[in-house]
């Protein structure tokens, strides 16, 4: 009932109402432009392909994170990951080049220079994304994509196709930032957000119409509400390191003296690592599907071979994905870690760690912390990676897919829109969604 009266008290005020309904209005523009087709598609090919195709599996993964366009190959088929790889990338980047390091000190200017940066590289991460989709959809038995290649009367409607859906991405993360700036919330991670969310109820749908399979999905629920649970408490998860900071006095003033602390969260790295791990796990199979129907048999008989050795149903495939998924979080926490210089930062305003000593011996002691609890952020993401694999084994529900990062972005965001709604009912001293 709180949560609710919240959500009266938001709409009642002009402001957040505008915003509420702008988000939402960004998200209908959204699905419509999922429904728009890529120009010289096959529609009857690519439903059978999603239906009974040598790589249903692995379209229908990658159709659950494009909330569906895929299914349709819409423009928005590549949705913002080109941008989110671009953004990766980015960070991984800074720590590197001495001149994009420089600029990320430099305050808001440098944060939005990196930003036009992450803008240029998202332009060509969209065209080899989406040739290697074309590519795809081109090699099966009845083609999805009937002229492809950049020679001949093939060239303009290769290049049509490749511009709508890097134009497609383009739109789509233009409009998330109009929901950042004038909506509610992260407005790329509400795209993604609403994608997922479109595609759950017709994979619901699909259970729903088998009836043996009811008690199946009632299971399937029970798990899905558990790990929602489960993600909510590492998510919010963290270790609180008390910091000091000394008195001093400039002038005739006294500055310093409080105590604050610092918030290292059990899972600070999000749901990268899986989408890290998953992006690996997926390459092999895609490179794979491009040269199965090659017409050199010792090629097509290896890129078999290596389709099935990374297929989405095979149990080395998941544990590939769990060893992945561990081993990408260590290695961005420390990336962010890193990046963020708390023991420097620490020293330079004053603050230390009681009975650490400031400088290297509180960077070790941040490291030794982190370390320890980002095992179980690890652990916990890794288990949330291969659930999918023990859910369908459980309930035998082949129809619906528990993604892991779906059921992530879907709580973070919600998550961080309430921490945002509820600091805007605070301001007007309103009473909010967390007690």
């Not at 728009?36 to 090919?45: D, E, F, M, R, S």
């Not at 233009?174 to 929901?179: A, F, K, Q, R, V």
């Not at 590939?320 to 561990?326: A, C, P, R, S």
């Amino acid at each position: 009932m709180e949560q609710l009266r919240a959500v009266v008290d938001a709409l009642k005020l002009p402001d957040l109402r505008r915003k509420i309904l702008f988000t939402f209005a960004m998200l209908v523009v959204f699905r419509f432009v999922a429904h728009v087709p890529v120009p010289g598609l096959n529609a009857q090919a690519l439903e059978q392909l999603f239906t009974s195709g040598p790589n249903a599996a692995l379209l229908g993964m990658l159709d659950l994170f494009s909330g569906g366009a895929l299914r349709n190959f819409s423009v928005a088929a590549l949705g913002v990951y080109p941008y989110i790889t671009a953004s990766i990338v980015m960070q991984l980047l800074i720590p590197i080049i001495p001149r994009l390091e420089a600029l990320s000190k430099e305050g808001e200017a440098g944060r939005q220079r990196i930003a036009q940066f992450t803008h240029y590289l998202t332009i060509p991460l969209a065209i080899l994304q989406g040739y290697g989709q074309l590519v795809l959809l081109h090699n099966q038995p009845t083609p999805v994509i009937p002229r492809l290649g950049f020679t001949g009367p093939d060239l303009v409607p290769t290049i049509a196709m490749l511009l709508s859906l890097t134009a497609g991405t383009v739109f789509l993360v233009w409009l998330g930032e109009l929901i950042t700036q004038y909506g509610i919330g992260n407005g790329v991670s509400i795209i993604i957000f609403g994608g997922i969310v479109a595609n759950i109820p017709a994979l619901i749908g699909q259970s729903l119409l088998t009836a043996d399979q009811l008690f199946g999905l009632v299971v399937f629920i029970i798990l899905g509400v558990i790990t929602v649970a489960a993600i909510v408490v590492f998510t919010e998860a963290q270790r609180r390191i008390p910091v000091h900071y000394a008195k001093r006095m400039r002038g005739a003033r006294l500055y310093g003296g409080q105590s604050t602390h610092i918030p290292l969260k059990v899972n600070s790295a999000g749901m990268i690592p899986l989408i890290f791990a998953m992006s690996i796990m997926i390459l092999p199979g895609t490179i794979a599907s491009w040269f199965q129907f090659s017409r050199t048999p010792w090629i097509a008989q290896s890129a078999t071979f290596l389709q099935r050795l990374v297929d989405p149903t095979s149990p080395l495939y998941w544990t590939l994905y769990f060893i992945l998924t561990v081993g990408f979080t260590f290695f961005y926490t420390m990336v962010i870690f890193q990046q963020q210089r708390l023991a420097e930062n620490l020293q330079k305003y004053g603050g230390f760690i009681p009975g650490i000593r400031p400088g290297k011996p509180t960077e070790e002691y941040l490291m030794r912390v982190l370390t320890r609890i980002t095992w179980a952020g690890a652990l916990f993401l890794g288990v949330i990676a291969i659930l999918p694999y023990f859910a369908q084994l459980a309930t035998n529900i082949q129809a619906i897919q528990l993604s892991s990062t779906g059921l992530l972005i879907i709580v973070g965001v919600v998550l961080d829109t309430m921490k945002q709604l509820e600091a805007q009912l605070l301001m007007r001293h309103y009473e909010g969604f967390i007690k």
